[in-house]
């Protein structure tokens, strides 16, 4: 059954869309404030997510920007439901991400169709990243370094999945926060520092002269893109 998180603040609308989501036989689970709408995302683990992009509390653009730097999340489909209207607001919802854009009001058979056209064009996400001997499964969040297990705990392995999952972008510490740890944190951009050295002595054939991890001075971090590999969806062979 495909789960579908709404975040929409209209109560009737809400109300509305949960019960034909519901009704298509459709798992549901939302919120009508954008406030720690990628925490629930990521505690639902949706197959689709549509939001609204002018919330009281949020602007659902930035929820789209942070879904979309959320190692978990980045695959999800997002569907803007919106009474923005130009083509300017179009564009740079889809720009940010969004997979289609609905203008409100709509209707409730359109919007079920498009989502519907959503889940029949979705890829099979890609299970295994490779970067010379490290191997990367999303599926068994397991690592693998020469065919031996790594014990890494959850967090060093969403920052590593990300990481490798963008090799040669650059990202600040506060985005790597943003997408590993998410928005309602408690963690300083110290922390980063921290986990990518604990993460390097754990997978850097030499963590004195890191190889695989980069820091870029005044910038934050990047994955060297030289040393990954084409992926695939075959499983780690231990």
Known sequence: MKKIVLIEDDSDLFGLLK???????????????????????????PDL???????????????CKGLRNHSEL???????????????????GLELGANDYIVKPFFIRELIARIKNQFRSQTVPVRTVRAGALELDRASC?????????ALTATEFRLLDFLMSRPGVVYSREQLLDAVWGHDRAVTDRTVDVYILRLRQKIEPDPTNPGLIRAVRGFGYSFNENAVEPVSNTSLTA
Do not use: W
Not at 22 to 29: I, N, V
């Open 142 to 150: 397991r690592v693998l370094r020469h065919g031996s297990e790594i």
């Open 49 to 63: 997510v549509i939001l609204d992009i002018m919330l009281p509390d949020s602007d659902g653009l930035d929820i």
């Open 74 to 92: 980045a695959h999800v489909p997002i569907l803007f439901l919106t009474a923005k209207v130009s083509e300017t607001d179009r564009i740079l």
């Open 19 to 45: 019960y034909n989501l519901e009704k298509e036989g459709f798992a549901f689970a939302g919120s009508q404030t954008g406030k720690g709408a990628i925490e629930l995302c990521r505690r639902e683990r």
